[in-house]
């Protein structure tokens, strides 16, 4: 998969994948209403404050890519947008409702656990529990013509793994491992200042015993 796809270009081909499955009497948007599916207050993560003109600019972007279609309906002066991203028959990219569901909520809510998952991707496919999203996250992760995702390491007070798309370019899973604990005194051994004291305790020693060998 060779996408490098920027973090404003997520957004709205994640909001436009949203609106088609959620709203599509409202399908396809547009400029004024993508700015404000962007920008949610809800289903967002993180929440954005993209202007007219970022989304414009975007929106061009991912035009001169072929991954949105500009369309203005019949008497219609307004330009409306469709994504061209998947399940379009423009593209080679083709998803289940359910891997299209889970990437959807991937793109416009960044890196989610299979349980988080469940529950937000139902809004857009019929997923009847846990093991069915992980599944779909293994055959994206393992796809050839992917991967799609990829599986974060655990954070502490987690108890599953959270997962990422990769449309935005390959991710560094390291920079998300747990950082070690801070070791604790006993582990780091004395202290300067003891060490010290040890020290003097031992000079003050070495100096009885040499005193008493003089005397001898």
């Known amino acids: 998969m060779n996408l490098q796809l920027s973090a404003p270009e997520i957004r709205v081909i994640g909001c436009l994948i949203e609106k088609a499955i959620t709203t599509p009497d409202q399908y396809p948007l547009s400029l004024n209403a993508l700015v404000n599916a962007c920008n949610q207050k809800s289903n967002r993560d993180p929440v954005m404050e993209l202007d007219e003109r970022t989304v414009q ?6 035009v001169r890519k072929h991954l949105v ?6 008497g219609s002066r307004v330009p409306k947008y469709q994504h061209r991203f998947c399940n379009t028959g423009f593209g080679s990219l083709e998803f289940t409702p359910q891997a299209t569901a889970v990437l959807c909520e991937l793109m416009v809510r960044g890196p989610q656990t299979p349980g988080e998952l469940r529950g937000r991707a139902s809004r857009m496919a019929e997923i009847h529990d846990v093991s069915e999203v992980e599944n779909v996250l293994q055959a994206l992760a393992t796809r050839t013509d992917g991967p799609f995702v990829v599986r974060l390491p ?31 005194p006993e582990a780091r ?28």
Do not use: C, M
Not at 69 to 74: N, P, R
Not at 160 to 184: C, K, M, N, Q, W
Not at 192 to 212: I, K, M, P
């Open 69 to 74: 279609l500009e369309k203005s309906g019949f």
């Open 154 to 184: 655990r954070e502490a007070g987690r108890r599953d793994s959270r997962y990422a798309h990769l449309f935005s370019g390959p991710i560094d899973v390291s920079a998300f491992e747990e950082e070690p604990p801070l070791p604790t």
């Open 189 to 216: 051994g004395p202290s300067l200042t003891e060490r010290v004291t040890q020290l003097e305790h031992l000079v003050e020693q070495l100096r009885a015993e040499l005193d008493e060998l003089r005397k001898q």
């Open 57 to 62: 600019q975007t929106l061009d972007a991912l």
